[in-house]
């Protein structure tokens, strides 16, 4: 027996985790990051203090800013490493509500250690404490519940031992996994418990390759040979799986095209024959123009979300079918397909026996070479597309007609923003991890970025959480120590959250966080115009009556990054974002991009539509028109 307090137990626990995956064995947890407060800067605090563990301590400087950083550094391990978590009663724990929502919906393993009121009761209210007349024993943490995973609260240590096993089990399953949150009463943090010895054993968590049940193989396969122009879908799970290599030669042998989700790219390399690029919302005209064509949807490892779908809309031949391979039963029931519950690598063995005693081949001729053909003549104008041009015209028409001239003359920035992501595409090709999450930004990325670099690409989209970036890039630093990472971020989405700038230099870690300057939030003012609302509290403007709609703002953002020590540069023009790009190898600290880009040069969109909530009452005929439009598209969409 091990007399140790609530806190003491955990640490030990923690430091005895272990993940197998194809026979590999990996320490699980790295450390713990946290910010101290007064609920638990002296219970889980004097744990780690203590010693007696192999836990790293990492202090944060904003909880969710932490929390996204543990995040990243899952997401890039392949979910097989895990940083838990943990903060202060209140507004602490709370700040922490968000990054547990982006990792349950992006199915990340996140461990959340939020401390808690005290379970006796004695002291109430305690500072911070939330108190409802109705229940007094909601606090704070109960809005953890909704998207969590797994949620639980120790109100006696010996409670521990069975939700820490519980958290590890859904931690480590990858259909369930996602935030898993314990919270702890500040009392209990510090009371004792004779725990068995057996508790601290060494525990090897085995993540085993779900296979795939013969039945559902003959009927997919059946679904299959009678297709003529299959599509296959590379989602996340592609990665989480290791089975991008497989699932590559896979469809080159079958001449399935692919077309790439968020979570997706990178899995498999950009150079592919098969790789259309990114699809849906999103996507690239070379995948959504074969999409529409055709009759059968091979996914491996997809949600199915309203982008990668094109809400519903983007599968236009009425006889298409979809076959579904996700571990995750829940799914692989999207859009009514057939399902194969099971791994995606094993998957694609199975499919692959079968198929290749048919000697199957989809009827394609020269549909994908056209398309990847046009495309590619579609990225030569994007790479050279600029302001010097006599002809040049902002991609996005609809808009404020000050804006472009404007920040051109506020600000002397003349950079394009598809410019410069290719630009930055080539800097990092063959060696580099780039970092988005909301905004613009993705949906470029997801079309303009091409790499061979296996999870070379980082998103964070199924949240679209804005703010996820400069946190991220530790995360992804910390997992490929090897690799340069660069962030790719909005000026609206660095505003939200750069608390973990110092974060940053306080671990020495050499990141890259370039800023996107266009004055506003941008790809939600093309929604507003596009739907002939109007520009409304999207651009940064000064106030002008009852509206936002005076002179246009800007900033200096390499001041920010030089009051926390970071290189940093002031890019107005491509050549000046490429020249410090090269300079900025000699850097041995963080360095901060600052580009200003002129606002409506971002790609407009291939062959896709995204359903909105429109108003169906207007001003005038054009809104009118508007809805229309929406209705007529979600009459064409796929109802379920």
Request: one cysteine or more; a negative charge.
């Amino acid at each position: 027996m091990a007399k140790l307090t609530m806190s003491q137990a955990i640490v030990k626990f923690l430091d005895n985790q272990y993940i197998e995956f194809d026979g590999k064995e990996e320490k699980y947890v790295e450390g713990i990051f946290t910010i101290f407060g007064h609920g638990m800067a002296v219970g889980l605090g004097q744990a780690l203090e203590q010693g007696n563990h192999n836990l790293k301590t990492y202090q944060g400087r904003n909880e969710q800013g932490m929390c996204h950083t543990a995040i990243a550094y899952a997401k890039q391990n392949n979910r097989r490493k895990i940083i838990p978590c943990s903060a202060s009663v209140g507004p602490g724990s709370a700040n922490m509500v968000t990054a547990a929502a982006t990792a349950t919906v992006n199915q990340i393993p996140l461990l959340l250690f939020p401390s808690d009121t005290f379970a006796s009761r004695q002291p109430d209210p305690v500072l911070q404490q939330v108190q409802q007349s109705y229940d007094l024993s909601i606090t704070t943490n109960d809005v953890f519940k909704p998207v969590s995973k797994y949620w639980d609260r120790i109100n006696r240590p010996e409670q521990l031992m069975s939700a820490l096993i519980n958290a590890m089990r859904v931690l480590t399953d990858p259909e369930e996994t996602g935030a898993c949150v314990i919270a702890m009463p500040q009392d209990v943090e510090g009371e004792s418990y004779d725990y068995p010895d057996y508790f601290f054993k060494k525990r090897i968590h085995k993540i085993r390759r779900s296979v795939p049940v013969d039945s559902d193989i003959k009927d997919a396969v059946e679904l299959i040979k009678n297709s003529k122009k299959p599509l296959a879908i590379i989602g996340g799970g592609v990665k989480y799986s290791e089975a991008g290599e497989r699932i590559d030669e896979f469809l080159n042998k079958y001449n399935i095209p692919f077309g790439e989700t968020q979570a997706g790219k990178s899995a498999i390399k950009s150079s592919s024959d098969m790789c259309l690029g990114g699809i849906g919302v999103t996507g690239t005209y070379a995948a959504n123009i074969i999409a529409k064509e055709a009759d059968l949807i091979l996914t491996f490892g997809s949600r199915l979300s309203d982008f990668t779908t094109s809400s519903k809309w983007l599968f236009q031949n009425p006889k298409v079918e979809f076959v579904n391979i996700n571990v995750s039963r829940f799914d692989a029931y999207k859009m009514d397909g057939l399902q194969i519950v099971a791994d995606a690598k094993l998957s694609a063995s199975y499919l692959d026996d079968e198929l290749s005693k048919i000697n199957y081949r989809s009827s394609y001729s020269n549909e994908i070479l056209e398309a990847k053909s046009w495309w590619s003549e579609e990225l030569t104008k994007l790479k050279n597309y600029n302001y010097d041009d006599p002809n040049f015209e902002p991609i996005i028409k609809l808009r404020d007609p000050r804006t472009v001239d404007e920040f051109v003359k506020l600000t002397g920035g003349t950079i394009t923003q598809t410019s410069a992501i290719i630009a930055l595409n080539e800097f990092i090709k063959d060696d580099g991890i780039v970092i988005t999450a909301g905004g613009s930004l993705p949906s470029d990325l997801q079309r303009l970025w091409q790499t061979d670099v296996k999870d070379g690409y980082h998103a964070e989209y199924g949240y679209s959480c804005m703010g996820y970036e400069v946190a991220a890039t530790l995360g992804v630093k910390w997992a490929k120590p090897d690799k340069e990472v660069f962030a790719v971020v909005g000026d609206a989405s660095f505003q939200m959250l750069n608390s973990e700038l110092q974060t940053i230099i306080q671990e020495k870690q050499k990141v890259n966080v370039v800023i996107f300057d266009n004055s506003g939030f941008g790809c939600i003012n093309n929604l507003q115009m596009n739907h002939k609302v109007g520009s409304l509290a999207t651009e940064f403007r000064y106030r002008d009556g009852q509206t936002t709609s005076g002179d246009l703002l800007t900033a200096d953002y390499t001041k920010v990054g030089e009051a926390y020590g970071w290189t940093t540069y002031s890019c107005k023009t491509l050549d000046e974002f490429k020249q410090a790009l090269e300079d900025s190898k000699s850097s041995d600290k963080p360095v901060l991009f600052d580009l200003k880009v002129i606002p409506k040069t971002m790609i407009d969109g291939y062959e896709a539509w995204w359903n909105v909530g429109v108003a169906e009452v207007g001003k005038d005929e054009a809104q009118k028109e508007v809805y229309e439009n929406i209705i007529n598209h979600r009459n064409e969409s796929r109802k379920y």
